[in-house]
């Protein structure tokens, strides 16, 4: 008697925000897929408010091979694609899209390739000889065209061969990629690229030419805070990972808050007559400001706080400001009087002196993180 071998599973994870026009078709079309492998498909939803969970819900009560991991309080694309992956069963790991823009036929072409060429991973390309893009407009496509040329760049020649980091298309072998997975920054611009950054080209990885189509329902989430991330990633891949993430987000936002400053101190300066030394504790407080609104929005708004808690944010960010701004204050006249009478060069001093400070305290007192 001939014992019948066992499937290997495919998982096949789709993060979700407000795709519920989308999301019935890819189920739909995933079911159909002819396939050698035992399948699970997990929709991993983002709070959605058009119904998509209760939409998900539904396809998973009729069909146990559909789970659903609705996340409340938490929110991301990255950090919605890690959180699948690591739920996942599979063997095989496959992340698409749920705006309709990759045709799931594509999932059957990258098994047999991965199976065919042994490789980690497969990815779906959309600038390889043999794509065609749809879906989006020339403006955006020499964006993307240009987001992967400075990929490539701070990659340091890692996977240089390849010609899309930016994909949202692509299948691995979980035991392979999921030491790195799991030390992916959920706060990284996009999954994919986090991988291979992390991994430092000792994946073995392919492209596959895929057609990138055009979106029949809902709205791009491409939005300033995702470009936000995209510099971020690519400073922190530059330097090597050597800090964390989020100090680097700091950092550059406080680079926005020495401009504020500088510009600050000048036109007071210019307008009232009053000397450096006057109209320095009102920049230095108004920089303080801006930096807050300023890391709300972006460096920390997974936590961000709005309505009264804005406010209330605004004053505790100022009161735990307070000990860095007098020393601000204090070491930048000190500076000024006793080193160097530059005000340029003094006001430097006394920002990178306070940072440090700024960056833990208010990560912890203020956004509670």
Same mark, same amino acid.
């Given at each position: 008697?001939?014992?019948?071998?066992?499937?290997?599973?495919?998982?096949?994870?789709?993060?979700?925000?407000?795709?519920?026009?989308?999301?019935?078709?890819? &189920?739909?079309?995933?079911?159909?897929?002819?396939?050698?492998?035992?399948?699970?498909?997990?929709?991993?939803?983002?709070?959605?408010?058009?119904? #998509?969970?209760?939409?998900?819900?539904?396809?998973?009560?009729?069909?146990?091979?559909?789970?659903?991991?609705?996340?409340?309080?938490?929110?991301?694309?990255?950090?919605?694609?890690?959180?699948?992956?690591?739920?996942?069963?599979?063997?095989?790991?496959?992340?698409?899209?749920?705006?309709?823009?990759?045709?799931?036929?594509?999932?059957?072409?990258?098994?047999?390739?991965?199976?065919?060429?042994?490789?980690?991973?497969?990815?779906?390309?959309?600038?390889?000889?043999?794509?065609?893009?749809?879906?989006?407009?020339?403006?955006?496509?020499?964006?993307?065209?240009?987001?992967?040329?400075?990929?490539?760049?701070?990659?340091?020649?890692?996977?240089?061969?390849?010609?899309?980091?930016?994909?949202?298309?692509?299948?691995?072998?979980?035991?392979?990629?999921?030491?790195?997975?799991?030390? &992916?920054?959920?706060?990284?611009?996009?999954?994919?690229?986090?991988?291979?950054?992390?991994?430092?080209?000792?994946?073995?990885?392919?492209? &596959?030419?895929?057609?990138?189509?055009?979106?029949?329902?809902?709205?791009?989430?491409?939005?300033?805070?995702?470009?936000?991330? !995209?510099?971020?990633?690519?400073?922190?891949?530059?330097?090597?990972?050597?800090?964390?993430?989020?100090? @680097?987000?700091?950092?550059?936002?406080?680079? #926005?808050?020495? @401009?504020?400053?500088?510009?600050?101190?000048?036109?007071?300066?210019?307008?009232?007559?009053?000397?450096?030394?006057?109209?320095?504790?009102?920049?230095? +407080?108004?920089?303080?400001?801006?930096?807050?609104?300023?890391?709300?929005?972006?460096? !920390?708004?997974?936590?961000?706080?709005?309505?009264?808690?804005?406010?209330?944010?605004?004053?505790?960010?100022?009161?735990?400001?307070?000990?860095?701004?007098?020393?601000?204050?204090?070491?930048?006249?000190?500076?000024?009087?006793?080193?160097?009478?530059? #005000?340029?060069?003094?006001? &430097?001093?006394?920002?990178?002196? +306070?940072?440090?400070?700024?960056?833990?305290?208010?990560?912890?007192?203020?956004?509670?993180?």
């Amino acid at each position: 008697m001939k014992i019948k071998a066992k499937k290997k599973i495919i998982s096949i994870v789709i993060p979700t925000f407000n795709e519920q026009k989308n999301i019935s078709r890819i &189920i739909n079309q995933l079911l159909k897929l002819d396939i050698n492998y035992e399948m699970e498909i997990i929709i991993v939803d983002d709070n959605s408010i058009d119904g #998509t969970s209760a939409l998900v819900r539904q396809f998973a009560q009729i069909d146990r091979r559909i789970r659903l991991i609705s996340r409340m309080g938490r929110s991301g694309l990255s950090s919605a694609i890690k959180e699948g992956c690591l739920c996942a069963s599979g063997e095989v790991i496959a992340i698409m899209d749920a705006d309709g823009q990759h045709d799931p036929l594509y999932i059957k072409k990258a098994l047999e390739e991965v199976k065919i060429k042994k490789v980690d991973i497969l990815v779906g390309s959309r600038f390889i000889k043999g794509s065609k893009i749809r879906g989006l407009s020339k403006r955006r496509e020499r964006s993307s065209s240009f987001a992967n040329s400075l990929a490539r760049l701070s990659l340091y020649g890692f996977y240089s061969h390849l010609t899309d980091y930016m994909s949202g298309f692509f299948v691995f072998k979980r035991d392979v990629c999921i030491k790195y997975i799991e030390k &992916i920054d959920v706060n990284g611009f996009k999954f994919f690229y986090e991988l291979l950054a992390l991994s430092k080209g000792k994946l073995k990885v392919i492209e &596959i030419p895929l057609v990138f189509k055009k979106r029949i329902y809902g709205n791009s989430k491409l939005d300033l805070p995702v470009v936000w991330d !995209f510099l971020i990633s690519l400073i922190h891949s530059f330097i090597r990972r050597v800090i964390p993430r989020r100090a @680097v987000s700091f950092a550059l936002v406080g680079s #926005t808050g020495v @401009v504020v400053q500088l510009l600050t101190i000048y036109f007071l300066m210019f307008v009232t007559g009053f000397d450096f030394e006057k109209v320095l504790p009102v920049g230095v +407080v108004i920089a303080a400001s801006s930096n807050f609104t300023v890391n709300n929005f972006f460096t !920390f708004r997974s936590n961000k706080l709005s309505g009264k808690r804005f406010y209330l944010g605004l004053m505790k960010f100022l009161l735990v400001s307070t000990l860095p701004i007098i020393a601000n204050v204090g070491i930048t006249t000190l500076f000024y009087s006793q080193l160097s009478i530059n #005000t340029f060069i003094s006001q &430097i001093v006394g920002i990178l002196v +306070v940072f440090i400070w700024n960056y833990a305290a208010s990560s912890k007192i203020v956004w509670n993180n």
